[in-house]
């Protein structure tokens, strides 16, 4: 078996490379981390799958383009992050009875999401959830875990990624 194609690499200083580009990017407020835990607000160190990518079909003229499965989001869209849930670390739809994220969001952060693959086979209890590529808040400042980009930059990325990609998040000690 081929691995797959490393496509964005993602380093400590927030820069990310991908296709001989770099781009400036928002890691979790507390940094990044080798041992990610729910609500740490740190980026989990390691290589990821990209499972899919949501877009919130009222904040583009057309779906944004990408060889990752693309699906719209809805109101009733979520993801939760409750510990006690057996949903933890899933999508999930709205009203749900646990702790969750709605993914249809009154900012733009969640226009455009990539799903990172972590935690997620198997789901451990505990290790952090809703991991994201999303778009990053004008200041750049720090997110829960997630990674995130310009708007512009993100879709541009996004453009690039597909089936079998993965991101690499890497600290200073690689």
Known sequence: ????????????????????????????????????????????????????????????????KTGLPLYALTPEDGWCDDVASPDYNTFVKLPHPAR???????????????????????VVIGKGSAIFIHIARENFAGTEGCVAFTREDLEWIVERLGAGDEIEIMGSDF
């Open 1 to 64: 078996m081929v691995a797959a194609v490393v496509r964005l690499k993602i380093y400590a200083d927030a820069v990310a490379e991908i296709a001989g580009k770099s781009f400036r990017c928002a890691l979790g407020k507390n940094g990044i981390t080798h041992d990610k835990k729910e609500g740490d607000n740190a980026t989990p160190i390691g290589r990821f799958p990209l499972r899919c990518a949501y877009y919130r079909p009222d904040a583009f003229v057309t779906p944004p």
């Open 100 to 122: 969750h994220e709605k993914l249809w969001r009154d900012d733009a952060v969640y226009d455009l999401i990539v799903v990172v693959g972590y935690n997620d086979a198997p």
